[in-house]
């Protein structure tokens, strides 16, 4: 199946699975980094750190940001995971 659709598109099937993979890894990105977006707008920082320190610091009651910081943190390791593969893709 790949090879043949790759040779409609004129691409080696290595072309083609290395720009799928490119493609699937930016989706994965955009994805994340929207999720990313809503929790740094809904308490006004940018990561999970300064989640963290406002917490610390009695600024944000640590059982309304609970579940939030566990996702933040989450992420922000799973975006990175994905700039690193998307790194080795280079």
Do not use: C, W
């Not at 493609?23 to 994965?28: A, G, I, T, V, Y």
């Not at 944000?60 to 975006?79: M, P, S, T, V």
């Amino acid at each position: 199946m790949y090879k043949n659709i790759a040779l409609r598109l004129q691409l080696s099937p290595r072309e083609l699975e290395r720009e799928s993979l490119r493609l699937f890894l930016h989706h994965q990105l955009r994805r994340i980094e929207a999720q990313l977006l809503r929790l740094t707008r809904k308490y006004g920082v940018d990561t999970v750190t300064e989640l963290d320190e406002l917490v610390q610091s009695g600024q944000i009651h640590e059982a309304k940001a609970f579940e939030d910081y566990f996702e933040f943190d989450h992420l922000e390791a799973d975006r990175d995971a994905l700039l690193d593969s998307l790194k080795e893709l280079v």
